[in-house]
């Protein structure tokens, strides 16, 4: 009796199930990562890889001697130590800054302006403005640099002809890459005119989604256009600007083919930023330790200058 009652017990108690406490499967729980699994592999071959062989590459003395006969000199930070002692290195560091400062704002400053324009304009002619932003952002990078040299090539360049013919008879002539500021003004113009687009759809996409009613309660209590823009529209488009902001110091700062293909860091190596020094100084001069420096320390000054810019992205995000 006693071992059918303990049967007979056993029969109302609930059986263990394999399931987790929140109702998940195990398959389930796990489906996220194997997803993002394949994506992972391939960043880290494509990207972490090739990083971990820039750090170990810095540490080593690898000059042309050293890459026929197959030798690997460690030295220690000593790649480090003479970049850092070096006044032509924080030089370049400087220029990189204020290069990547000047751009940004001008690519944002453009890309807000024309972002409100096509919030303005009607079907047609929004369609077509965003064709023509469209055609600019996917020019590839070595067609608008190669169509920038001739615009503002010294004997016939379409830039100079129309001074010319506006009266500026000077610059019949002028050679645009002579100098350091008239050099980096091509390299400005040209990284602007290629960035505005990303900004300005972002900035129209942004301002979609702010209600209208916002706009109607601002109107009916008197406010401008200045107004309007600075308690409607901003305080709505901060993650937009924050977000978009980030990612242009980030291309601007390791901007490259522009600055290599119009003048190669030069007029007398000027017009250099850090990843135009990094190339020279590893594949040009064949100092290939001391150009893995100088990429790993553009890399570790790229996220320092961030590093509070993401705290504040982050902090508006746990805003939202």
């Known amino acids: 009796m006693k071992t059918d009652a303990v049967r007979g017990g056993g029969a109302g108690t609930p059986k263990k199930s394999a399931r987790p406490a929140d109702g998940r499967s195990i398959g389930s729980r796990f489906a996220p990562y194997l997803l993002l699994l394949p994506a992972t592999v391939a960043t880290l071959a494509l990207l972490g890889w090739p990083l971990?062989?820039?750090?170990?590459?810095?540490?080593?003395n690898l000059n042309a001697r050293q890459l026929v006969q197959h030798l690997t000199e460690w030295n220690g930070f000593e790649n480090y130590t003479e970049q850092l002692s070096d006044p032509g290195f924080w030089s370049v560091t400087g220029r990189s800054v204020v290069f990547t400062a000047l751009n940004v704002f001008l690519i944002m400053a453009g890309g807000a302006l024309v972002g409100l324009l096509l919030n303005r304009l009607g079907k047609k002619m929004r369609l077509l403005l965003s064709i023509g932003l469209l055609l600019a952002w996917a020019m590839p990078v070595v067609a608008s640099t190669t169509v920038?040299?001739?615009?503002?090539?010294?004997?016939f360049g379409v830039v100079n002809w129309i001074l010319d013919a506006l009266g500026w008879h000077s610059m019949a002539a002028y050679n645009w890459t002579s100098t350091q500021y008239s050099t980096f003004f091509v390299i400005l113009l040209l990284l602007v005119w290629g960035s505005i687009p990303f900004v300005a759809f972002n900035m129209y996409a942004a301002l979609t989604t702010i209600p209208k009613e916002l706009y109607e309660a601002?109107?009916?209590?008197?406010?401008?256009?200045?107004?309007?823009?600075?308690?409607?529209m901003f305080p709505n488009l901060?993650?937009?600007?924050?977000?978009?902001?980030?990612?242009?110091?980030?291309?601007?700062?390791?901007?490259f083919t522009q600055i290599y293909a119009i003048k190669a860091g030069g007029p007398d190596g000027l017009t250099r930023t850090l990843?135009?020094?990094?190339?020279?100084?590893?594949?040009?001069?064949?100092?290939?330790?001391?150009?893995?420096?100088i990429a790993v320390l553009?890399?570790?000054?790229?996220?320092?200058?961030?590093?509070?810019?993401?705290?504040i992205i982050l902090k508006q995000e746990d805003e939202l």
């Open 52 to 60: 971990l062989k820039t750090i170990l590459v810095s540490f080593q």
């Open 148 to 155: 920038y040299t001739w615009l503002f090539e010294a004997r």
């Open 218 to 232: 601002a109107r009916m209590d008197g406010a401008g256009p200045v107004k309007i823009f600075t308690a409607v």
């Open 238 to 255: 901060k993650p937009f600007f924050l977000a978009t902001t980030f990612l242009e110091v980030i291309w601007i700062f390791k901007a």
């Open 275 to 293: 990843p135009i020094h990094a190339f020279l100084e590893g594949s040009g001069r064949q100092h290939y330790g001391t150009g893995a420096a």
């Open 298 to 311: 553009t890399i570790l000054i790229l996220g320092v200058l961030m590093a509070y810019y993401f705290r």
